[in-house]
């Protein structure tokens, strides 16, 4: 399996329904949907991670989508690169190197399995 398509998504989606209870001044009991939110990570091609984000939004309607994000390693001298560059320059490389590290096992898991979520 080629993995140099191989690209790594992070998903937040919000609503649903929470495991929090919560009690209007009547006493009665009701499930506030508002604040649930979900974060999955989706690993493969383009394409396969858009058909497992159909699949999961068809198994969760009452979810909307918030915000995705690429998880990279931002090349040096872009937007991305000067935004997760806060803290030291050691803290940075630390973060930097953890997150090639999570990228590295990602790659050897698609190898072997194709596109998955990473949870």
């Not at 309607?61 to 803290?87: D, R, S």
Request: aromatic share 14%; glycine share 6%.
């Amino acid at each position: 399996m080629q993995t140099n398509n191989m690209i790594v998504k992070d998903y937040y989606y919000r609503g649903g329904s929470t495991l929090v209870s919560k009690t209007d001044n009547l006493g009665l009991k009701y499930v506030d949907d508002q604040n649930m939110e979900i974060k999955i990570r989706i690993v493969g091609t383009h394409k396969e991670i858009e058909k497992i984000h159909k699949l999961f939004m068809d198994e969760n309607k009452h979810l909307y989508l918030n915000e995705v994000y690429h998880y990279e390693v931002p090349k040096k001298g872009t937007y991305w690169y000067k935004h997760h560059c806060w803290g030291t320059a050691k803290e940075y490389k630390e973060t930097m190197k953890k997150v090639s590290s999570t990228i590295k096992e990602y790659n050897n898991k698609y190898k072997q399995v194709g596109s998955f979520i990473a949870n």
